[in-house]
C-alpha cells in the first residue's frame, strides 16, 4: 500500500499546474501487474505510474529509514524501508526500483514460490 500511495502522491504533484486538457490528453496511471517467473520459482508483482520519475540521487535514497521528498507533515520517511523490509526480511524476497526521469517508475516485488 505504501508504493501505491506514493504513487498517488507523485502523480498528483505532477498535475500541478497543468490544466484539465493537458492532464486528459495524458492521463494519470498506476498500472499493477502479476506473473511468475519464467522458472516458476518467483511470483513477481510490478507496480508502475507513468509519472515524473525520480533522478538518480533520489532513486538511491529511496529504501533509506527517515528519507523523503515530501514536505513537513505529509510524509514520515518510513514507507518505503518498511516495505522493503516486509518484502526481503519477512518474505525472503526482494524490492527493487526502476526510475528513469521522466519516464515514470517501476516497483517490482519479487517472493520465492514455495
Known amino acids: 500500500m505504501n508504493i501505491i500511495a506514493n504513487a498517488i502522491d507523485a502523480l498528483d504533484a505532477a498535475s500541478v499546474g497543468k490544466t484539465f486538457t493537458e492532464i486528459q490528453a495524458n492521463p494519470q496511471l498506476i498500472t ?3 506473473e511468475v517467473s519464467g522458472d516458476r520459482q ?3 508483482i510490478r507496480i508502475r505510474d ?3 520519475g525520480m533522478s538518480e540521487e533520489v532513486r538511491s535514497h529511496i529504501f533509506e529509514h527517515l528519507f523523503t521528498r515530501k514536505e513537513v507533515g505529509q510524509g514520515t520517511g518510513l514507507g518505503l524501508a518498511i516495505a522493503r523490509q516486509i518484502v526481503e526480511e519477512k518474505h525472503g524476497g526482494k524490492l527493487s526500483c526502476i526510475s528513469p526521469p521522466e519516464r515514470g517508475t517501476e516497483f517490482v516485488i519479487e517472493i520465492l514460490i514455495d
Open 32 to 34: 499493477i501487474c502479476t
Open 42 to 44: 518467483m511470483a513477481l
Open 50 to 52: 507513468n509519472g515524473p
